[in-house]
Structures are given as C-alpha cells and as structure tokens.
C-alpha cells in the first residue's frame, strides 16, 4: 500500500480523538526523544516549534464558535496553549526541563483515549 493511500485509509477509518491521540503521541514521542539524547539547536527548536504548532491550532480551534467542547474546556486548551508557547523559550534560551511540556501532552492523551 502506498503512503497515500494509507493516509487516506486513516482519513476515512479515524475520528477525531483518534487523530489527536495520534499526533499527540509523535509529537510526545519527539520531545522524549529529545530529552534523552540531550538534543541542542536547530533539532531542539524545530521539535519545540512541532509542540507549539499542535497547540497553536488546538487553541485556534476552540475560539470557533462551532467548537463542541464546553467554554470552559476551550478556554484551558488555549491557556495552555499560551503557556506551552511562553515555556518553550523558556527551554531554548534557559535551558529549561522539557519534562512539564511532556507530563502535560501525557495528560492530554490519557484523557483522549479515556473518552474514546
């Protein structure tokens, strides 16, 4: 099966929890991996970027209005989303646990998968 076609498989097999779940564990994936071979730089930052992309259009999403999370839910994600934002500097200029920015994606999908 070609990468395509497998990618559309998954569009048309997984719902939406599922693919957050997903994306959550490759972006969690990465920040781990990071964390343990001590990754610097360029690497570092691209792999924070990735963490804060996911955020950024989580946060995006819950300002719709045709968001079904309740109010306050939405207004959490782009909290955290915020802070997710403001920590990782935090780690590519101070120096800073990427542990937090980890504990917390787990969190996110302990409760994805708890509803699913």
Not at 32 to 57: M, Y
Not at 97 to 109: A, V
């Amino acid at each position: 099966m070609t990468l395509k076609a497998y990618q559309n498989t998954l569009r048309v097999t997984e719902d939406p929890r599922q693919t957050e779940y997903r994306l959550f564990g490759q972006v969690t994936g990465a920040l781990i991996d990071a964390k343990t071979r001590q990754i610097k730089g360029g690497p570092l930052a691209e792999t924070l970027d990735w963490n804060r992309t996911l955020w950024r259009t989580l946060a995006a999403d819950c300002m719709d209005d045709r968001n079904a999370l309740t109010q306050d839910v939405r207004a959490k994600i782009v909290s955290l989303s915020l802070w997710i934002t403001k920590y990782s500097k935090q780690v590519t200029r101070e120096g800073a646990s990427l542990d937090p920015l980890i504990e917390i994606n787990r969190t996110i999908m302990q409760g994805l998968q708890g509803a699913a």
